[in-house]
Structure formats: structure tokens, C-alpha cells
């Protein structure tokens, strides 16, 4: 523990769990922040005797955990939650989707839908998301401007997107999104090519190259569904997993959002090859896509994360609430009450969701010299009385709506469950203009 007298904020009075391997719950404990960074940890008694002279948050009442950690959405896509529901994964995109998304998604659209993401997902204790779309250089932007961390990228494909003609102006933006956010303090630039039945040979060594190149993460869609995993077996002899590690697209750097239809060669594949699997539960029951094989991910070393896909295939981006019924599903599934215990549930939205995003240097637990990116989670409603095991209450119990504070990098972005650095009714006004028009077609 480093004591200063220039510490910025003391948060203290609540039960810290730091997610940092072998360390129990500090109970009635304090966090020292400093220049954004976690300055100290420990008993309340101890910290507040050192007197700090900065600003002092009581959180008497509450979980202190490191924020929720989102691998995997399409932020702007808050825009067309409700447009088109109760359809597989393929005619949602090609007949609803992928239309609304030429018509209407524009560089205001997507700033407008991504700024909704946003304070959607602060409210709800996430403090890091993912984003890929497009107007990702839009993104980058809203999330600084808010004070949220993100891992950004545009995404690319070989057909024509809302912002770019082809595969060679995609592959322009992502390098200028590369330079223009390059040691960021918040934001991580990224490429994102769509998926193997999306992206040619050719266009996904680029990208691979491209993220090589940067050291950036690589986000790609990968064996969501049965169909695309037998379309590749027809195409090319391989699973999307074999195929892409073939084409050497596969590393530490990529995050490969669902992996719905993996096979057990698959699953060591995605070991040994160190990839970060995003696990997006309630997007896939929500279309049709099936049940990713997390127990044997876990047992088999993969990397992996919670993500909540977007708004408009999930439909909310309530992280907390996606743990939740992951850590229910695989029991039931699997018949095992033991798998996905309370704790291991959690540490995938906080630790697990940071190494998946090459960010478990800096945020993920609450240790001393890490960012201090953290969430005070109110636990005295009767839904979280009594309180016996507090991973167990995040894991079944708490809701968003618990949520206190947020901090991201020691700012204050939520205090007191009300947005510092957004206007609410002001998001609103922006975007009923934008789905008036979508509504009117």
C-alpha cells in the first residue's frame, strides 16, 4: 500500500472485491485513487486515517468491483432495438437490417445511437464496450467525449457499407481510425473484419496484416451458426476456426465474438492459438443461433469474455443481466449446478472481459498502480438482503438499476445513478428525430 497526501479521491465504506486471484473481500474497505490510477486498496479505517486531501465518495452500502467489461457490440445499433425481432440470424441481417442500415445510418445517426450506447451501458456498470460498425473514427469520439474506455474498429466487408464503397476504402479508414486514436488514453483502435462468409481470403490477410502492423486487436464474427459452419465445410473443407487459423488470421489479438458452433479441435485451436472469445449468450437464444460451448472453453484455457452484441439482437446492453442468465444456462444445459459458479461468472465480465481485449494490463481488478475503472453496486434493497456471499448476489441477485457510482479512470462518469457527462433528455430529443424517420420508412 503507497499512502500520499495527494491522492484525488478516497472511495470508501462499501465491500471491495479487487478479482485479483487469491484475495478475499476487503469488508467495510476504502480505494485511494491518484492521477486516475488506483493509489491504494485496502481497510477504510486504515486509508481514511491518511487523511487525503482530494475528494472523498461514500460508498457505505455497496459491492466496489472493477467495471463491467463489454466484448463485443454494435453500439449505434441502440438505433434499431425492436426493428425486427423473432428472426434467424441471416434473414434479420439481409432483409431487415442491412436495409434500415443503408438507409438510415449516416455519421449524425451513428453519433446519435452510440451516444444512447453509451450512457445506456454506464448506467448499467460498464465501463470499457467494444464497437464495430462504422463511422468508427464518430465512435471514438463519443465515448472520449463521455469518458467511457473503448475498443473501437470499422468494420469491414466486401460489399458495400453506410460509409464506404468497397473493401480498399474500408481498409483507408481502419488505418486512418489506427493513427487518429494511436495511445489513446481511453480508446483502443482495432480492425474488424465481419466474417469468414463476409470477407474474401484475401481482404481478411489484410486485416491481419493491417492489426499486425498496429499491434491492435482484430475483431471478427466466427461459427455463430450452423449455416456459416457448414458453408465453409462446402467452400473451403474447414471449419471458420480451421479456416481462419489456416489464413494465419487467428492470434493473442483477436477477439472472435460468439463461437456458437465450435467442435472440440476447434476449442484447442482457439487455445493454443491464445484467442479471446467473445460470449454473447442472449443475442444467440434471441436468434436462433444456439449455445456456445463454454464449460469445455473454460476447461480447455480459452480466453474468454461476456459481450452483449447490439441492441437490436439482444435487445438491451445490460451486461450484468447477460452474466446472469449465462451462469444459469450452462447449469441447465449441462445438467451441473457447479458450472459457472457465482465468482468465475463474475471474473468473466471483469477480468476475463479485459484479457479478451489485450486490456488486463491496466483494468480488470482493483490492484494498486491499475486504472481505476470501478463500479459501486448498491446492496441494501430487499432483492439483495441479507447478504451472505457477495459474488453470489452479483451473479443471481443485483440488477443495473443497483448501480451507484461509476468511475472510468477515476472520473466520476455516474454518481448517484445519474449520468456526470451526458444529457439524457437531450439524447432522447436526438434520438426520436432519428427514429421518426426510420419509422417512417
Not at 469491414?156 to 468497397?166: A, I, K, M, N, V
Not at 481502419?174 to 483502435?189: G, K, S, V, W, Y
Not at 451472505?388 to 448501480?403: E, G, I, K, W
Request: with cysteine; hydrophobic share 45%.
Amino acid at each position: 500500500m503507497s499512502y500520499s497526501p495527494s491522492w484525488d479521491l478516497l472511495v470508501f465504506g462499501g465491500t471491495i472485491l479487487t478479482m485479483e486471484p487469491g484475495t478475499a473481500p476487503i469488508v467495510n474497505g476504502a480505494l485511494a485513487i491518484a492521477d486516475g490510477r488506483i493509489a491504494a486498496v485496502g481497510p477504510a479505517e486504515e486509508l481514511v486515517e491518511q487523511a487525503p486531501t482530494g475528494e472523498v465518495l461514500d460508498a457505505a452500502g455497496c459491492l466496489i468491483i472493477p467495471g463491467l467489461v463489454n466484448t463485443h457490440s454494435h453500439l449505434a445499433m441502440t438505433l434499431l432495438r425492436g426493428l425486427a425481432d423473432d428472426l434467424p440470424l441471416k434473414s434479420w441481417l439481409e432483409q431487415h437490417i442491412w436495409p434500415a442500415e443503408r438507409e438510415h445510418m449516416n455519421r449524425e445517426s451513428v453519433r446519435v445511437g452510440t451516444r444512447l450506447a453509451v450512457a445506456e451501458q454506464l448506467l448499467a456498470g460498464i465501463t470499457t464496450t467494444t464497437d464495430m460498425y462504422f463511422f468508427d473514427d464518430e465512435v471514438g469520439k463519443v465515448l472520449a467525449e463521455a469518458g467511457m474506455r473503448g475498443v473501437v474498429a470499422e468494420s469491414l466487408l466486401d460489399f458495400q457499407t453506410p460509409r464506404c464503397s468497397g473493401p480498399n476504402e474500408m481498409l483507408e479508414r481502419q488505418r486512418e481510425l489506427l493513427e487518429a486514436f494511436h495511445d489513446h488514453p481511453l480508446i483502443t483502435p482495432a480492425v474488424a473484419p465481419h466474417a469468414p462468409y463476409t470477407v474474401s481470403a484475401a481482404n481478411l490477410v489484410h486485416e491481419a496484416e493491417l492489426a499486425d502492423e498496429f499491434d491492435a486487436p482484430l475483431h471478427i464474427h466466427l461459427a455463430e451458426t450452423r449455416w456459416e459452419v457448414q458453408k465453409l465445410l462446402e467452400e473451403k473443407g474447414m471449419s471458420p476456426v480451421a479456416y481462419l487459423a489456416d489464413l494465419g488470421v487467428l492470434s493473442e489479438h483477436t477477439v472472435a465474438a460468439h463461437c456458437v458452433h465450435v467442435s472440440p479441435e476447434d476449442i484447442e485451436v482457439l487455445a493454443d492459438l491464445e484467442v479471446g472469445v467473445s460470449h454473447n449468450p442472449v443475442s444467440n437464444l434471441k436468434l436462433g443461433s444456439g449455445i456456445a460451448p463454454v464449460p469445455a472453453m473454460i476447461a480447455a484455457g480459452v480466453k474468454l469474455g461476456l459481450g452483449t452484441d447490439g441492441a437490436a439482437s439482444n435487445n438491451t446492453l445490460d451486461l450484468l443481466r447477460d452474466a446472469q442468465l449465462a451462469a444459469l444456462l450452462h447449469k441447465g444445459v449441462g445438467g451441473d449446478p457447479t458450472a459457472l459458479p457465482a465468482k468465475q461468472t463474475i471474473e468473466l465480465v471483469t477480468a476475463g472481459g479485459a484479457r479478451v481485449l489485450g486490456l488486463d494490463d491496466r483494468i480488470g481488478m482493483l490492484r494498486e498502480g491499475y486504472e481505476a475503472d470501478l463500479v459501486c453496486l448498491q446492496v441494501t434493497a430487499p432483492h439483495t438482503t441479507p447478504l451472505y456471499d457477495p459474488y453470489s448476489h452479483l451473479a443471481y441477485a443485483a440488477r443495473a438499476a443497483d448501480v451507484l457510482h461509476v468511475l472510468v479512470r477515476g472520473r466520476a462518469v455516474v454518481r448517484d445513478r445519474q449520468l456526470t457527462t451526458l444529457d439524457l433528455e437531450e439524447i432522447r430529443a436526438q434520438v426520436k428525430e432519428v427514429t421518426d424517420k426510420i419509422r417512417g420508412g
